[in-house]
């Protein structure tokens, strides 16, 4: 079965369906007009005012989404093999222990959501313990990656609808394709939404409160959701985590750079910016920063932009949620646990969660894998 591709931003307006193969349907959301063709993919007004508007800021700052273009996905893939960054190793140890017991939590014909998809590696441990499960629906920001990463699941999982989102996640207000799905029959399973990669602590808290509550009113009354949050707060893990002695994590960093030269006509010189991870121990988070070596004046898109020695680009924020304060997040947006598992050296979490009752508080024990 073919992967049916949809590109999204937002949902203020919305084309209107178009029956392909096998009967499924699918729409491209645009908060702009369609880009002429030969555009490239991805290429959007969100890139270039996030640029823009980041650079213009006291502290410039640019936002993490756009470190995954193509070549910055590939990349990140790379950081996930490297010795030092531990937080892909023990999630997937995690989720290889308690698969099945989200498995049996979610129910038969489950529809699976990933948020941030990525390689979908891990997902195929979930998918490989659901039973029957009915479709799959990854969202990445990277449409070339995201192509490929899903290319072989049809062939591995009989009977599963693989259907690509190409968009910004935290910009998501609705899904045409679950409604879709219901409308085409069969015994349709919950929602299951998928966050690994502990991606929620990208976000501040106010925002991942915001981002869990968005994504309660989209899966709807009946989801699970599954997110991997990150717990470590010992510097001397987190900075080799993010600053590896291979360099990879300071090219993915840089790579930033380079696409806005590529895509808005910046004329960025990635030699004169070092890549530097820091851990900030108030706001409990490992920073991403691009620091200029010397003083000096960047274009983009004709526009001027001052940098000091010294000055930097914070491009990423990395949260670490201890159990209790996750905890705390998901039930300001509506979430009760329903199982949480750590890995043997309590670095890291998988949360089950599912939409709170009123009034309900109940507690579960936390599993070691």
């Keep these: ?65 756009w470190l995954y273009d193509h070549r910055g996905s590939e990349l990140f893939e790379q950081i996930t093999q490297l010795d030092e960054y531990y937080p892909t190793r023990n999630e997937t140890q995690i989720l290889r222990a308690c698969a099945h017991e989200i498995a049996a939590a979610a129910g038969p014909r489950a529809l699976v959501i990933e948020l941030g998809s990525g390689s979908s590696r891990k997902t195929r441990l979930l998918l490989g313990a659901l039973d029957t499960p009915q479709a799959y629906l990854p969202i990445d920001i990277s449409a070339q990656f995201l192509q490929e990463s899903v290319a072989e699941l049809p062939s ?22 679950l409604r879709l799905l219901r409308a085409a029959g069969g015994d349709a399973g919950r929602h299951v ?52 002695r291979e360099g990879v994590t300071a090219e993915f960093n840089k790579n930033l750079l380079a696409r806005i030269n590529r895509e808005l006509d910046a004329d960025f010189d990635l030699d004169a910016f070092d890549h530097q991870a820091r851990f900030d121990p108030l706001q409990q988070r490992v920073e991403m920063h691009l620091v200029s070596r010397h003083a000096q004046r960047v274009q983009v898109r004709g526009r001027s932009f001052h940098f000091e020695a010294g ?11 201890s159990l209790a304060r996750f905890q705390q997040l998901a039930a300001r947006a509506g979430w009760t646990h329903l199982q949480r598992w750590v890995d043997g050296q309590a670095r890291f979490a998988v949360h089950v969660l599912e939409v709170a009752a009123r009034g309900d508080g109940r507690e579960q024990n936390v599993k070691v894998a």
């Design 311 to 321: 000055e930097s680009i914070h491009t990423e924020n990395s949260y670490k949620y």
């Design 193 to 244: 939404v998928f966050f690994p990669g502990s991606t929620i602590g990208n976000f501040t808290p106010e925002q991942a409160v915001a981002l869990l509550r968005r994504i309660r009113r989209f899966a709807g009354a009946d989801a699970l959701l599954i997110v991997g949050a990150d717990s470590t707060r010992d510097p001397a893990v987190l900075i080799p985590a993010y600053d590896d």
């Design 156 to 177: 591995l999982y009989a009977g599963l609808r693989v259907m690509p989102v190409v968009g910004d996640f935290t910009r998501i207000e609705s899904l045409p394709e």
């Design 1 to 65: 079965m073919s992967a049916v591709l949809r590109s999204f931003f937002t949902s203020r307006s919305a084309a209107a369906f178009k029956p392909v193969r096998g009967g499924i349907a699918t729409a491209t959301v645009y908060p702009f007009p369609p880009l002429r063709s030969g555009a490239p993919l991805g290429l959007s007004p969100s890139f270039e005012r996030d640029v823009l508007d980041g650079l213009t800021l006291r502290q410039k700052a640019i936002a993490s989404t």
